[in-house]
């Protein structure tokens, strides 16, 4: 194998985190790879080589990353190559009816988390002159109304990114993002769920109110072609191996023409989007 450098997976169980342990394992890479319970780590061990080490890193715990840094700075002497911001929750819906408890896990998770993580893991990516690769979406470029929650998460990883690469580049470390479209994962089940409980908690007026929009979200997520989550796993090898990394990849022509289209003036924009809602709400 040609690569042997050690680097950090957050969000690992599932979908594009698992394809990307795997498949950097199978390239060689030494890959800690971050679940939230020591049983998904023992699942994706079965499917991996030794090299692959299952974590317990949960990013909305301080003291759970204290710990994982503390191993891998341990095993590999300080040196961490690559890190991976993955984990992340889908949260859907109208701002009036979401809970605040659910506004609050999201950003814990998608943002605060993946802050904290970087920071801990910041000095011994500094020692490695190593890269930081955090996870978007199409949403971080393109915002639809009933997903504020998650576009602003998603905003929030961009600005990150784009900080952190200017931040850091003194010391070495390269920062960049990827955004994959619509992949083949199980946060789109999950989102699914939680769409059906909050709905059953809902006031009936207010629920009828947005019934347009629920109806466009429900036909645009069935209408979305997903590709498989090893698409992603590609991409974040390629930007693990080019000595100067892109600030930013795409993956899926779906994210593609959401930046695109992010750019047209503001008031033709909203006037395509609501056009579109009124189409597929009906």
């Known amino acids: 194998m040609e690569n042997d450098k050690a680097i950090v997976i957050t969000g ?16 060689g890479y030494e890959v800690y790879a971050g679940v939230r319970k020591q049983a998904d780590g023992n699942d994706l061990k079965k499917e991996a080589s030794s090299r692959l080490t299952p974590i317990v890193l949960d990013v909305t715990d301080t003291d759970s ?23 992340g929750i889908g949260r859907g819906g109208a701002l009036e009816v979401t809970p605040v408890t659910e506004m609050r896990k999201l950003m814990e998770v998608n943002v605060i988390g993946l802050m904290v993580v970087t920071q801990s893991f910041i000095p011994m ?16 470029y393109l ?17 990150i990114t ?23 994962s199980a946060i789109w ?4 769920e939680y769409k059906i409980k909050l709905r059953e908690t809902v006031n009936p007026h207010i ?11 429900d036909r645009l997520n069935k209408e979305v ?10 991409v974040v090898a390629n930007a693990l191996k080019l000595n100067k990394p892109k600030r930013y990849y795409f993956v899926g022509n779906d994210v593609k023409g959401a930046e695109k289209i992010s750019k047209m003036p503001k008031a033709l924009l909203d006037w395509i989007i609501l056009k579109r809602i009124r189409k597929l709400g009906r």
């Open 189 to 192: 089940e999950k989102g699914s």
């Open 162 to 184: 784009d900080s952190l690469r200017l931040e850091l580049k003194p010391f070495g470390i390269s920062v960049s993002l990827i955004s994959p479209g619509a992949i083949e």
């Open 12 to 27: 690992t169980s599932t979908g594009i985190g698992k394809a990307c342990a795997l498949y950097l394992d199978k390239l």
């Open 125 to 140: 990516l500094r020692k490695a002159k190593g890269r930081i690769i955090n996870i978007g979406s199409t949403s971080g």
């Open 225 to 234: 072609k997903k590709i498989p989550a090893i698409e992603v796993a590609k």
């Open 65 to 87: 990353i204290s710990s994982a840094v503390s191993i891998i700075d341990k095993e590999t002497g300080g040196n961490l190559f690559g890190l991976i911001n993955n984990a």
């Open 143 to 159: 915002a639809f109304p009933g997903a504020s929650l998650y576009s602003a998460s998603k905003f929030a990883v961009r600005a």
């Open 207 to 217: 629920a009828e109110l947005y019934a347009q929009l629920r109806k466009f979200g």
